[in-house]
């Protein structure tokens, strides 16, 4: 990466500057990135080895899992690694990267969880054209779709990262690397490029959350004219995509969509998104889905007999 600038680092000024608060940062963030990581790997797991879990659903929730699984190892381990540190310091290079990775996993999440919302349309109010609609060809298809759109999203980030100047200090009053705090440290007039920024996350952000909140009110419309068992688990369904919905589109329209100013809750508010989110996913997705919690219990005990008969 070409450095437009004459800083060849970046100081991390972190959640706090607290010792004891930094001591129970790292025991905190080190618990949920744990639970991230073995609560993602688990639903990863499951869907990939059981035969039960082959519909379009849990093919769109494997690659969400995976998104989120990258996204929080983008930012975690670095933040608990910090959080021992008295100097946090990040490369200039490194902290690129972690923008980059930010921006793609992030957004592939959105797609993920935007192709969950389409897919749950289809079955509940058109039920008959589902198997064609959805199969596993068209699945595919838009994964990939998926995949090439957020590498185009970050690819547009990182340029925009990349053509920031930085001549002056090089402190970064945040956990992480990312295009709104470098904005306040940049050698120029950033005006055209937090305009950019809003026009790419913040419009992402704000459109997709619409189009889901659009997409599950007439999911909820529909179905009226379903029996009280189907319903029901249609609402169940629905109710743990909205929850996911509101807990990341929230604090990330918060972030994204406003104009060159910080506030002292930002880092607090994009720890929801960043942390909070990849670790309530699987406990959303697997403590409200039956079938989850069926076919985990099933591929755990075959696993466990075969090593006892061993």
Not at 280 to 297: D, H, Q
Request: charged fraction near 15%.
């Amino acid at each position: 990466m070409q450095q437009n600038n004459s800083v060849y680092e970046f100081i991390l000024l972190g959640l706090t500057q607290d010792p004891d608060k930094q001591n129970m940062i790292f025991i905190i963030f080190f618990i949920f990135y744990m639970g991230t990581v073995v609560g993602n790997l688990l639903i990863i797991v499951t869907i990939k080895c059981s035969r039960t879990l082959g519909s379009p659903m849990y093919f769109f929730l494997f690659y969400l899992s995976l998104a989120d699984f990258c996204f929080s190892t983008s930012i975690a381990p670095r933040l608990i690694v910090d959080s021992l540190r008295v100097k946090k310091a990040i490369s200039y290079n490194e902290c690129m990267t972690q923008v980059f990775a930010l921006h793609l996993f992030g957004c592939m999440e959105i797609f993920v969880l935007i192709l969950m919302a389409a897919d749950r349309y289809v079955a509940i109010c058109k039920p008959l054209r589902y198997p064609t609609i959805m199969s596993r060809h068209i699945c595919v298809i838009l994964i990939v779709f998926a995949w090439i759109g957020s590498f185009i999203h970050s690819a547009a980030q990182i340029v925009l990262a990349l053509r920031l100047p930085f001549c002056g200090p090089n402190l970064i009053d945040h956990y992480c690397c990312d295009l709104q705090p470098l904005l306040k440290l940049a050698c120029m007039d950033t005006y055209m490029i937090n305009l950019l920024l809003v026009s790419n996350s913040g419009a992402i952000c704000s459109s997709s959350f619409v189009l889901l909140m659009i997409s599950y009110f007439v999911i909820l419309h529909s179905l009226r004219n379903h029996s009280a068992e189907a319903r029901k688990k249609a609402l169940s369904t629905c109710t743990s995509h909205i929850i996911v919905v509101i807990l990341f589109f929230g604090p990330c329209i918060f972030i994204y969509t406003r104009p060159p100013t910080t506030f002292p809750m930002d880092k607090m508010v994009a720890v929801f998104y960043t942390i909070g989110t990849p670790f309530l996913n699987p406990l959303i997705y697997t403590l409200r889905n039956a079938e989850v919690k069926s076919a985990m219990r099933k591929l755990w005990h075959v696993k466990i007999m075969s090593e006892i008969k061993r």
